[in-house]
């Protein structure tokens, strides 16, 4: 399917509802921009080097205000544009955007299918999105799914996160094959069976040297969300019939069941602490918050909120310093958290996520009720939807909100989890 542009009006009025639905802004503190070394790419979230995770923390910085109701600064959204090349796919980071990209350029899957799910979001780029999606449909591996880089075996992160881009664009991942696969065909592949020995229902991030899949935490969750054809902002499921979630082996388990059976993995990890737990190097096992994070998020996908009451609840408790030292990232996270379960993410745990996100940035455009000007503004996007300045145009100002997410590297950890 053609990626198409929004339409104004109707971003118009679902901005409208979203304004009146939240409680008013705290506006940004611009001092965490002002202080930022020089260093630091003009528009971009966070201050870190972005040698690794520029395009996939403002990506998701971006994600994660649309989803808040926030219209993101102009600056930001352009950083993020700036940073394609020219055959569509993005790279972690390019700190030159008018060289043009070659074939030293390292571009990646995550990263492309990151932005995509930003630009669809907030709007107004449906050629830099329609070329995004072409580079990624030219780099799907024949099993039908993706990897990191292009030519690399497929693993059940990237594939999901693929996946996520597509849906998010209304895009069947089941008609994108290659190879007469699809990317739900190669999400299955890394799904264990429900034995206690072979992995309990869980996903592998993919087969390591032995050839062996091991049960992965972070794989699970991306594998959960992928299977249920979601991207990185849902909402919680509905249907389910208890609190708990069961695994249940058949030969050839539907997306669903594996699905369901990756979030009992994740319940059942969860279940001792109320988080994940990594270890680096050989050191002592450590809260993993931004695992726990996604976890939240696949378990009220798959089976609704109560699900994930429990992590949720100490990611509330827990998560603020970290969000803290970690960045943007971080904060996107906790807020896909919340917005999956139903929690304002303005007071999470005492934490005012959008206001903590909004203050590593550029400050969002601003807030705005709809009034007759709005209105006013509608009526104009409906004659005139062509308008090269999209939904900017016509938008006076949104709520502000925050977002921040973990390193992409952090949260890529391929270790077995417990």
């Known amino acids: ?77 352009k950083w993020l544009t700036d940073q394609q090349c020219a055959n569509g796919a993005f790279a972690p980071f390019r700190a030159d955007p008018a060289k043009a ?58 594939t999901s996160v693929v ?50 899949l ?21 909402e919680a499921g509905s249907g389910a019939k208890s609190k708990t979630a069961t695994c249940s082996d058949t030969d050839r388990p539907t997306r669903e069941q594996a699905a369901a059976n ?19 190097g050989g050191s002592a096992d450590q809260p993993d918050y931004g695992n726990t994070a996604d976890a939240v998020v696949a378990l009220a996908a798959q089976g609704g909120a109560d699900r994930a009451a429990e992590p949720l609840a100490w990611l509330k408790k827990n998560a603020a310093t970290w969000a803290a030292e970690s960045g943007p990232a971080a904060y996107a996270q906790l807020i896909f958290a919340a917005h999956a379960t139903g929690t304002d993410p303005r007071d ?20 705005a009720a709809k009034d007759t000007a709005t209105a006013s503004a509608e009526d104009e996007a409906e004659k005139d939807d062509d308008s090269p300045f999209g939904v900017w145009w016509f938008v006076g100002v949104c709520l502000v909100f925050g977002i921040g997410i973990g390193f992409l590297l952090s949260n890529r950890n391929k270790k077995q989890q417990p």
């Open 1 to 77: 399917m053609n990626v198409r542009r929004r339409s104004s009006a109707a971003a118009l009025a679902a901005i409208a509802v979203l304004g009146a639905a939240t409680a008013p802004a705290v506006a940004a503190d611009p001092s965490p921009s002002a202080s930022a070394p020089p260093s630091t790419p003009s528009g971009l979230y966070g201050t870190t080097d972005p040698q690794y995770d520029g395009v996939w923390r403002q990506s998701l910085a971006l994600l994660a205000q649309d989803t808040a109701g926030v219209v993101p600064s102009s600056k930001a959204v």
């Open 101 to 158: 990209c070659n074939a030293k350029t390292v571009v990646d899957s995550n990263s492309t299918a990151a932005a995509v799910q930003a630009l669809w979001a907030v709007g107004g780029h449906g050629d830099v999105v329609e070329d995004a999606l072409g580079w990624l449909k030219s780099v799907q591996n024949e099993d039908g799914g993706w990897g990191y880089s292009p030519g690399t075996p497929s693993d059940a992160n990237s």
């Open 348 to 367: 999470f745990g005492g934490t005012d996520l959008v206001a903590k996100l909004n203050a590593t940035g550029p400050a969002p455009q601003g807030t």
């Open 163 to 212: 996946i996520g881009a597509l849906t998010a664009t209304e895009t069947d991942p089941k008609d994108v094959e290659k190879g007469g696969k699809s990317p739900y065909d190669a999400l299955l592949t890394f799904a264990l069976p429900c034995a206690k020995d072979k992995g309990a229902g869980a996903f592998a991030f993919q087969p390591d040297k032995d050839g062996k």
């Open 214 to 234: 091991l049960p992965n935490a972070d794989a699970t969750a991306a594998g959960v969300l992928g299977s249920l054809g979601k991207g990185l902002v849902t």
């Open 262 to 280: 990756g979030a009992a993995y994740l319940a059942d990890a969860l279940a001792k602490d109320g988080h994940l737990v990594s270890a680096l």
